[in-house]
């Protein structure tokens, strides 16, 4: 941490004004006589708290929230504060930590050195290995029933999406239980879909059981069945969005409705862009057989989004196993977090929190025992740079809940010390 | 030629049949101690001619097509040998051998060193400075009106048109001069537009000026300036696909409609998968001032579908001017194939054909004095595995286009005597 505290300092006091550039990481490591990587470390900390920026190819640079730092911490009252970010337990980002750089950078090397596959244009569906990797995954992780041929790959769910749409045309409106998630919504629309979250009025049923609130809470396997057995009793078609599945569960996961109704009306997406790194853009589709049908009769409409050498090197990724190690690293990397940051809750606020019960790694969920809404307690935080998700089921007591998918294990401490004094003086 | 010939033969001969594994490029350069590039470039003819095919990952295989090749050549009569491509002169496809894959794959390699970078997600309209380099690049080269502003990047045309299409909706329908442009005219269709050929019924005018015929005639600056005024006095929208403009001059390319227009009432598309390689999956587009505005506002709603690694790549790889030299070299090349191929074509034909003019290094186009629709004098080609455009604007004689793109140079002479042989025979 002598990087970041070194750096932090520097710029709260103001002696690296805005738009200041940092010693590149090699010159730094180099001057200060320690690890690239410790540095490396320091510097995604600096941006994960918001003080520098990583400008591209040219390094990193102070940021405008960087300089507000200080001010806020000093007078919190301030609403003109609110862009000092310190401390995101609301983030849906990934742990800059847990992700193995060296060995993707390794498979993709290795997929460039495929020179001649590369020079083909390649299946409009995905390369065949990676579609049967993918099928394997899907059936051992998630349940799914599948093979290679029910999968369809594309860059971001998006992309997919794109391609489902017209194959679904005739229904003509979809339910999306959290009508905020735009980027979903949006391509619906885009199709002239009738959006709404009335399961009732609507031919598709868009869920993401794996995600049914902010705070890591997972759909029943009861629930599940419920719901194909409704959509299949009323010719509703599903699409599960299973995103971020991966860290929801502490043990053995829920399986997949896609899964739980035999693959037969449900269409399930996946994305590897939160298992791997946010700027790799891969995900998939799982069809019904209908549907399937439908989409080989017009799959070559479609040309691929994703590059080939990106195929190649996540087929051979998951192939050597690496997916699911990657998978369990991060699991515990944030169960631990979870862990130090309910103690931390524990120890600093003592008898005014409870901690409730999340079913995943990711999230810790408390109520405060104090007379305040949970709408204000995130309010002040926020002017303090604590994002929080408000998690409140009931009005008497403000409900939080705290993703540690981003915050460093090293800032949880402060950031809990910051959160016990805003709510001491509110 | 060596291994080209000595797996040819074993192949034609049956000795090797269909699914027959060829030892691995390593392998065969040690054993026939010849460098791998010389195995690699074999192998690659091999696969132009239909001979083998390459499997992922796991090397390449005799093709079915292969082996019926020899049958071809003896009874070329039987019309089940269509399936037998030896010389494919109708392919858009590239020049294996004109692309240098090292050095993308240095730039990619770099790329990927920007650890930190790749774990911030990237700006939904493409990385900044990719942008502007491809700014530089499009005013540079097509005369195009634009800043890093009016650029956006996606995966491909198609996933630049899904977030066009919902932008410009009011406007119900779209005119293709080319209604065979399936990936194109699908899009529309998906997004309920009225797709046709008539341009005075059309709100939207598709057209790819740089690709006017099949046969690389492009449109005159005379009908440019009549086509933007049309669109502009009738109140049309032009989108400009420039798709392979980049091969289809010989000097000064003529300038796009873009920049004719003055950037005001054209979205221009442009691929970088031909220029560089057909796996790599990025295009870009040019909106023009009022459609920049309502992008902007709805931008946060479309994911960026390259990943960024190939955005940081070809960044660095256009600033460092590779993609021009690049582009000077498969000109040169192509116009050597098509020196070549005219010379052999006036050699072994004589007064049978004349040569007729083309403004295209990539396309030879002529005409063959015999008794013969172009539709025939194609088939009985086709017959022999010769691929051929038809170019016919008279019905007299049979009228046709060469792309030299993906022949090797080497194969030009086979050619050439196996289509004498089959204009004789007929």
Chains 1, 2 share one sequence.
Not at 5 to 31: F, Q
Not at 35 to 58: H, N
Not at 239 to 253: A, K, M, V
Not at 368 to 383: P, R, V, W, Y
Request: proline residues 3%.
């Amino acid at each position: 941490m002598q990087i970041y505290d070194y750096y932090k300092d520097l710029i709260e006091s103001g002696k690296m004004p805005e738009g200041t550039r940092l010693p590149s990481i090699r010159r730094c490591a180099k001057e200060r006589n320690v690890s690239k990587t410790t540095v490396e470390q320091g510097y995604m900390c600096l941006c994960d708290d918001g003080y520098i920026l990583p400008k591209s190819q040219s390094g990193y640079y102070v940021s405008k929230r960087g300089n507000t730092t200080k001010k806020t911490e000093t007078k919190e009252e301030t609403a003109s504060q609110k862009n000092a970010i310190l401390y995101d337990f609301a983030s849906s980002g990934v742990d800059a930590e847990s992700f193995n750089m060296d060995i993707w950078r390794r498979y993709l090397k290795s997929a460039l050195r495929q020179g001649e596959r590369l020079l083909f244009y390649g299946d409009p569906q995905g390369e065949y290995d990676l579609r049967r990797e993918i099928a394997k995954y899907a059936r051992e992780t998630r349940n799914c029933v599948c093979t290679e041929e029910n999968i369809v790959i594309g860059a971001g769910v998006q992309t997919l999406l794109n391609i489902l749409c017209p194959l679904v045309k005739n229904k003509k409106s979809v339910c999306f239980d959290d009508l905020s998630y735009r980027q979903g919504t949006a391509i619906f629309s885009d199709y002239g879909f009738k959006v709404n979250d009335n399961r009732e009025k609507s031919n598709i049923i868009y869920v993401s059981p794996s995600y049914s609130t902010r705070w890591g809470d997972v759909m029943s396997v009861k629930d599940r069945f419920d719901l194909t057995d409704f959509a299949r009793k009323n010719n509703k078609l599903i699409i599960e969005d299973d995103y971020g599945s991966e860290f929801r569960y502490f043990n053995r996961p829920t399986p997949s409705l896609q899964g739980l109704d035999g693959g037969e009306n449900v269409v399930y997406l996946g994305t590897f862009s939160k298992l791997l790194l946010p700027s790799i853009r891969i995900s998939f589709m799982i069809l019904p057989k209908g549907l399937t049908e439908a989409y080989m009769k017009k799959k070559d409409l479609y040309n691929q989004t994703v590059s080939k050498a990106d195929q190649i090197a996540l087929c051979s990724y998951i192939r050597d196993g690496h997916l699911n190690s990657q998978i369990r690293k991060s699991r515990k990397i944030y169960a631990q977090k979870s862990k130090i940051l309910t103690d931390l809750l524990a120890e600093n606020f003592g008898k005014t929190v409870t901690i409730l019960k999340t079913n995943s790694p990711l999230y810790v969920r408390c109520k405060f025992n104090i007379n305040m809404t949970t709408e204000a307690f995130c309010k002040s935080a926020e002017k303090s740079g604590i994002l929080l998700i408000p998690a409140n089921t009931s009005e008497e007591y403000p409900e939080i809940a705290f993703s540690v998918a981003t915050v460093g294990q090293n800032n949880l401490s402060n950031a809990v010390i910051l959160l016990e004094k805003v709510v001491r003086n509110s």
